[in-house]
Nanobody, 125 residues
Framework: QGQLVESGGGLVQAGASQRLSCAAS????????MAWFRQAPGKEREFVAA????????YYADSVKGRFTISRDNAKNTLYLQMNSLKPGDTAVYYC??????????????????WGQGTQVTVSS
């Protein structure tokens, strides 16, 4: 199934921007729809954004729409999440995930069978 490695997390102030990356290896990256999820302390993992194999179909959670942008570079085997106007409520561990299955339901974590180890994003007020 390959490996997914996130990077780019850290501590930022509210209103700042940050870009997360997810490097994929051991798979044909362009064959997989991808997504970002996040999990805050004491909360369930939640959907953030998803992108189809060619980038033509993109989905966002309402909470990040207009502030976050998901993108991918299939030549570099890398998924990105550009996060602007960050809020303290965005504080969480962010995970990238690769789709695996027969029917892709972009917002459901059960659609994804390969996950990275996560990167911490902390937004201070």
């Amino acid at each position: 199934q390959g490996q997914l490695v996130e990077s780019g997390g850290g501590l930022v102030q509210a209103g700042a921007s940050q870009r997360l990356s997810c490097a994929a290896s051991g798979r044909t990256f362009s064959n997989y729809a991808m997504a970002w999820f996040r999990q805050a302390p004491g909360k369930e993992r939640e959907f953030v954004a998803a992108i189809s194999t060619n980038g033509m179909n993109i989905y966002y959670a309402d909470s990040v729409k207009g502030r976050f942008t998901i993108s991918r570079d299939n030549a570099k085997n890398t998924l990105y999440l550009q996060m602007n106007s960050l809020k303290p409520g965005d504080t969480a561990v962010y995970y990238c995930a690769a789709y695996g299955g027969t029917v892709w339901r972009p917002t459901l974590s059960s659609s994804y069978n390969s996950w990275g180890q996560g990167t911490q994003v902390t937004v201070s007020s």
